[in-house]
């Protein structure tokens, strides 16, 4: 179910335990894989996958394709995001690329630019395609 909000300040990304930071002014190339909570303020240049959830602050970007339960996007990505659970834009939050979603929140103010897929069982996989 996708829904849109005006902006007003989220919770959601202060409740988010995190087991991997990517601090600000840190480059990281090459694919990032975690079994756990992962929070970005720097820069990614390649895929990130994560069994949990990503957290993407104002300051990260990631420059590839996503794969993850859920997600909040303060932050830019340039790539394709898979979200089995949740993708929630927070107002800064950019995104020129695909999504596939279980749920889709977008703050007023965000920007996105793609093709959005919905999916209702929590399976999303590959775009256009259901495990």
């Known amino acids: 179910m996708a829904m849109l909000r005006k902006n007003t300040a989220s919770t959601s990304e202060v409740n988010v335990k995190v087991n991997t930071l990517i601090g600000e002014g840190t480059v990281f190339d090459g694919n990032l894989t975690a079994p756990d909570s992962i929070r970005i303020d720097g820069t990614i240049n390649g895929n990130c996958s994560c069994d949990s959830t990503l957290v993407l602050g ?8 996503i ?60 775009f256009g395609q259901q495990d």
């Open 58 to 65: 104002e300051t990260g970007h990631v420059f590839g394709n």
């Open 67 to 126: 794969t993850v339960q859920n997600i909040i996007i303060s932050g830019e990505v340039k790539g394709d995001i898979i979200a089995k659970g949740k993708l929630e834009f927070l107002s800064t939050g950019r995104l020129t690329g695909n999504i596939t979603a279980n749920t889709l929140v977008i703050d007023e103010g965000a920007y996105f630019d793609g093709k959005c897929t919905m999916t209702s069982d929590g399976s999303a996989s590959m």
